[in-house]
């Protein structure tokens, strides 16, 4: 089954997707909109193209584990997308995602300027990696 994963940001949106066989994770694209009724439409297009049976959301806990407002609008915001687009949501912690993809990014030479324009995709490659993982 091909899953995608989505790093749901208020500017930016990192989409990742995993192989058939669901063992690796790899960046897709970024989405710049920040308006959410738009950005659902556009997910679930990219969704529907690469043939998506799940989607995966990354879900930004606190460091002690307790949910936020961020994770709140995270929830809300993976409900729309599961109305919209008919396809099952799941949610899967990112903590610490963000500052692990550019730890990646940089240990890998990536300018600051390419890693700005990418670092939300790698963030959920590894949304979606640990979702595998944990799932396997």
Do not use: W
């Amino acid at each position: 089954m091909k899953i995608m994963a989505v790093d749901y940001g208020d500017a930016r949106t990192g989409i990742a997707f995993s192989d058939l066989s669901e063992m690796l994770a790899f960046p897709y694209t970024v989405i710049t909109e920040a308006y959410q009724p738009k950005l659902i439409d556009k997910l679930c297009e990219i969704a529907k193209k690469e043939n998506a049976q799940k989607i995966v959301v990354g879900l930004p806990r606190n460091m002690d584990g307790s949910c936020g407002f961020r994770a709140d609008a995270c929830r809300a915001f993976g409900t729309a997308l599961q109305d919209k687009c008919g396809l099952p949501v799941v949610f899967q912690d990112e903590r610490l995602t963000t500052v692990m993809a550019h730890q990646v990014l940089s240990a890998n030479n990536v300018s600051s300027k390419k890693r700005k324009q990418t670092v939300d995709a790698v963030s959920a490659v590894m949304i979606l990696q640990s979702y595998i993982d944990k799932n396997k």
